[in-house]
């Protein structure tokens, strides 16, 4: 079994800043691929940010220049800084992880982000 845990979400005024991270855990032991989703009240999910192996990255055009991903190997994590907060990102968010070694996507819970004077 594979388990992502997403945490930092919250409540944050409108040019605030926040960080969510994300850890795998389980039989899970390489991954190739790790992005951050969100969907808004009344919309489609979105890909926000995703880092591949080798380092490439990818934002939406919505988030450049605020937003910036990162992983951590070793521990398995992927982290969101999101700075810059504006009310139109308000959503929940969704770490997304793809294992060639399992060959399998894997969803976290969700973490909600609500940005709000």
């Known amino acids: 079994q594979v388990q992502l845990v997403e945490s930092g979400g919250g409540l944050v005024q409108p040019g605030g800043s926040l960080r969510l991270s994300c850890a795998a855990s389980?039989?899970?032991?390489?991954?190739?691929?790790m992005a951050w989703y969100r969907r808004a009240p009344g919309k489609e999910r979105e890909l926000v940010a995703r880092i591949i192996i080798g380092g490439s990255i990818t934002y939406a055009d919505s988030v450049k220049g605020r937003f910036t991903i990162s992983r951590d190997n070793a521990k398995k994590t992927v982290y969101l800084q999101m700075n810059s907060l504006k009310v139109e990102d308000t959503a929940e968010y969704y770490c997304n992880v793809y294992s060639s070694q399992l060959r399998q996507y894997y969803w976290g819970q969700g973490t909600q982000v609500t940005v709000s004077s």
């Open positions: 389980g039989n899970i032991i390489s991954i190739d691929y």
